[in-house]
């Protein structure tokens, strides 16, 4: 079946780094697009950033621009989110997710992993 | 920017009644870039119809979709105990970003 497996979250200082990773299995990666959506403690969830199946096309959300990279491997069927300048509204559940780019409602997501800013 | 609203914050129902859930958008959002989640305390979203009314994979009938332009709304009829949770309308258009409503808690009453 189709697995998505987030890892890399944790507890880091303001103004710190993190690398978030995303392993598929089950699926086609190269057919997916693949985006990271995350959630504040007891928040709604918040759309971050988008690749295109190739990696070709990026897109991110202000609040995470000039700050986070969102890159893809598909050799290794991997998705990455690099995170920099880390702030406090930062601290969330990070999700992945793909979308089958024919559509019809193939849609996966992973099941989060928790980074926490904090001193 | 898409802002996507979602009304009512809170809705407070008893199993077998029927459910009404709206998603008002700021600009108009095309019928095939609209998609509902349900999303359960601790688990990651499920989800639930896209392209505003086909039901996803394993999505019971009970679930439904509809709407267009900029007012969308998702409908259960005979709510079961399962279905009590927090459920999400997002829009995923040509543009980013692909913005997300606030949420709508179905509690039981």
């Known amino acids: 079946q189709v697995q998505l497996v987030e890892s890399g979250g944790g507890l880091v200082k303001p103004g710190g780094s993190l690398r978030l990773s995303c392993a598929a299995s089950?699926?086609?990666?190269?057919?997916?697009?693949m985006s990271w959506i995350r959630q504040a403690p007891g928040k709604g969830l918040e759309w971050i950033s988008h690749?295109?199946?190739?990696?070709?096309?990026?897109?991110?959300a202000d609040s995470v621009k000039g700050r986070f990279t969102i890159s893809r491997d598909n050799a290794k069927r991997s998705l990455y989110l690099e995170m920099s300048t880390l702030r406090a509204e930062d601290t969330a559940v990070y999700y992945c997710?793909?979308?089958?780019?024919f559509g019809g409602g193939q849609v996966y997501w992973g099941q989060g992993t928790l980074v926490t800013v904090s001193s | 920017e898409i802002v996507l609203a979602q009304s009512p914050g809170t809705l407070s129902l008893s199993p077998g009644e029927r459910a009404t859930l709206s998603c008002r958008a700021s600009?108009?959002?095309?019928?095939?870039?609209l998609a509902w989640y349900q999303q359960k305390p601790g688990q990651a979203p499920r989800l639930l119809m896209y392209?505003?009314?086909n039901r996803a994979t394993g999505i019971p009938d009970r679930f439904s979709g509809s709407g267009s332009g900029t007012d969308f709304t998702l409908t259960i009829t005979r709510l079961e105990p399962e279905d009590f949770a927090v459920y999400y309308c997002?829009?995923?258009?040509?543009?980013?970003?692909?913005?997300f409503g606030q949420g709508t808690k179905l509690e039981i009453k």
């Open positions: 600009q108009s959002v095309s019928t095939s870039y």
């Open positions: 089950g699926l086609t990666f190269r057919d997916y697009y």
């Open positions: 392209g505003a009314y």
């Open positions: 997710r793909g979308d089958y780019v």
């Open positions: 997002q829009q995923y258009g040509r543009s980013p970003p692909y913005s």
């Open positions: 690749i295109s199946n190739s990696g070709s096309t990026k897109y991110y």
